[in-house]
Each structure stands twice: as C-alpha cells, then as structure tokens.
C-alpha cells in the first residue's frame, strides 16, 4: 500500500497489536507497506508539517524595446531558493522558467515576445527540505496588440 501524507517517510508504522512494521519510503511524503489482508496498521509520531511561506509583492518590469523581463519579489523567510512557472495566454498549465534561484530576482529572456499577447509569471519558495510553498506571488502582463 503507497500512502502520501506529508513528511510520513518519519513515522514510526506499527500493527494494532504493537509490532513495528518496515517500510520503503518515496521521498518525505509517500511510503509503501506490504499489507496483510484484514491486518489494521497505526502512524504515529508523524512530524508537524510547518508550510513553507509564500513570496510576496511579485514585480514584472519590461525592459523598454527588448524581449526581457526583469522579475523581483519580496522573499519568504524559510525560502532557501525560489521556483519560477509561466503561462503563455490562456495556457492551463504553467512551464517552468528557472528553479534554484537563490536571489529574490531573475531576468527572464522571453523567447517569443512578439507572439505572445499574455503570460502569468508565478514564484514560489522552496526550504531546504525542497517542500515548496502551497501558494505563489502571480502577476500576468497582457500586451495591446
């Protein structure tokens, strides 16, 4: 059985009866037990989830007549790097731009300026732990054509 839960990979897992159990974990958040039909396992001493905090006050600054964007933010402080994602015009999901971002700014060099009418740059923060945060600082730029 595979559960996901966060940071379960260090609880302890034991049988109803008190017998600890072995496990694989997947990273921090899932692990796999081998089940017993009709047999009840407990986790326990699971460590409190502490949310990685957000960025804020996500600025986007044209740089006048070329194809970049200068992007800045205000850090989060559990933050050991940032994430940048965008999404180009009505695109339901984000690519990403860069990771590991130590700073609290980027230069992005959009490759496609000229064609692209709207893009939603957003920034999360990522702890040491590489746990990201939930949410992000968004901002989109919409261009007259």
């Not at 039909?37 to 699971?46: E, L, N, P, R, S």
């Not at 940048?84 to 339901?92: E, I, S």
């Not at 600082?137 to 919409?142: D, L, N, S, V």
Request: with cysteine; hydrophobic share 35%; charged share 25%.
């Amino acid at each position: 059985m595979d559960l996901r839960y966060p940071i379960v990979a260090q609880a302890v897992v034991k049988t109803a009866e008190g017998q600890e159990v072995d496990f694989a974990s997947k990273g921090s958040d899932q692990v796999c037990v081998e089940t017993t039909k009709g047999q009840a396992y407990v986790f326990t001493d699971i460590p409190a989830c502490i949310p990685v905090l957000a960025p804020t006050k996500l600025k986007l600054n044209e740089e006048g007549g070329t194809d970049q964007i200068h992007i800045s933010w205000a850090g989060s402080k559990n933050a050991t790097s940032y994430k940048l994602d965008r999404a180009v015009g009505n695109a339901p999901d984000n690519e990403l731009i860069a990771s590991d971002i130590a700073g609290t700014d980027f230069m992005h060099k959009s490759t496609d300026p000229k064609q692209v009418d709207q893009m939603t740059i957003k920034v999360t923060a990522v702890r040491a732990d590489g746990r990201e945060s939930d949410e992000g600082a968004i901002k989109t730029i919409r261009r007259l054509q």
